[in-house]
């Protein structure tokens, strides 16, 4: 009996709004695409070589998670948020994934689910002995994408155990906003990655323990420190982009007061 073929599993279509979503969205988080750029739908048409009906499209659905907004006179672009978007959307986090994590801990995960939150802690350490023994003070741009990748899929897979997928669309959504708006000028150094991983392993420990209180008080301190950091950098940007138009002012010959005043 002739042995019969196997059809290759073909991949699933990309459809032209996915293509033109994913490249905006990717866009925004690498920076490519700057806070505050207005989006032309007549010019990612032309670089992606597709009608501006996809483009529109994406572009909604970049308006819808709060990533893009439309001005008064309809053109699109990408926010730019202000410290106290930074605050509110950590805020968001620390309400929903302290609730999370403590339904993961009063339930108990389930085995795989272990073995993958002790696999990423394991990936998360190993990050930090390369740089421990690389010699270099921080992590390079790769790494540190690694770094927040690993982080995010931590975060994700508590989150998952609730089954409650309203909550994970929030939650992810809040991520995204975040990890686009943060404003991290370099890579994480090896005591910020000590004190990270420390406090993952400890809200891990506490959640197989299935100490629900420890987990959730855990968790609410470690994203606390995470939007310490993100206000520092926001400050630190905000003075560097002042300093950068005092500059400007004082080259065309304007008052610094007026920058100051007007923002302009």
């Known amino acids: 009996m002739p042995a019969t073929k196997l059809k290759p599993k073909q991949k699933p279509k990309?459809?032209?709004?996915?293509?033109?979503?994913?490249?905006?969205?990717?866009?925004?988080?690498?920076?490519?695409?700057?806070?505050?750029?207005?989006l032309s739908e007549l010019q990612i048409s032309?670089?992606?070589?597709?009608?501006?009906?996809?483009?529109?499209?994406?572009?909604?659905?970049?308006?819808?998670?709060?990533?893009?907004?439309?001005?008064?006179?309809?053109?699109?672009?990408?926010v730019d948020l202000s410290r106290t978007d930074i605050v509110d959307l950590y805020e968001v986090r620390e309400a929903l994934e302290t609730f999370a994590v403590r339904k993961a801990?009063?339930?108990?995960?389930?085995?795989?689910?272990?073995?993958?939150?002790?696999?990423?802690?394991?990936?998360?350490?190993?990050?930090?002995?390369?740089?421990?023994?690389?010699?270099?003070?921080?992590?390079?741009?790769?790494?540190?994408?690694?770094?927040?990748?690993?982080?995010l899929r931590l975060h994700a897979l508590l989150v998952l155990s609730t089954?409650?997928?309203?909550?994970?669309?929030?939650?992810?959504?809040?991520?995204?906003?975040?990890?686009?708006?943060?404003?991290?000028?370099?890579?994480?150094?090896l005591k910020a990655l000590e004190i990270i991983h420390k406090q993952h392993c400890e809200i891990v420990d506490a959640v197989l323990a299935q100490d629900a209180d420890r987990a959730a008080g855990l968790l609410a301190a470690h994203i606390r420190h995470s939007l310490q950091e993100r206000l520092e950098e926001y400050d630190a940007y905000t003075r560097e982009r002042l300093m950068q138009k005092h500059s400007a002012a004082f080259d065309l010959g304007i008052d610094p007061a007026t920058v100051a005043r007007t923002g302009m």
């Open 14 to 38: 990309v459809s032209a709004r996915q293509r033109v979503y994913a490249h905006l969205q990717q866009g925004i988080i690498s920076g490519k695409i700057a806070r505050g750029t207005v």
């Open 46 to 78: 032309q670089d992606l070589r597709v009608s501006r009906t996809p483009v529109r499209e994406a572009i909604g659905q970049l308006v819808a998670e709060g990533i893009v907004e439309q001005s008064p006179n309809r053109s699109s672009i990408v």
């Open 105 to 151: 801990a009063e339930r108990g995960m389930p085995a795989p689910s272990v073995e993958h939150l002790k696999k990423i802690l394991q990936q998360l350490e190993e990050i930090h002995h390369t740089l421990a023994t690389s010699g270099k003070q921080r992590l390079d741009d790769q790494e540190q994408a690694a770094f927040m990748m690993l982080d």
């Open 163 to 189: 089954q409650n997928a309203r909550m994970q669309k929030i939650v992810n959504d809040t991520r995204i906003l975040v990890r686009i708006f943060s404003i991290r000028r370099q890579g994480h150094d």
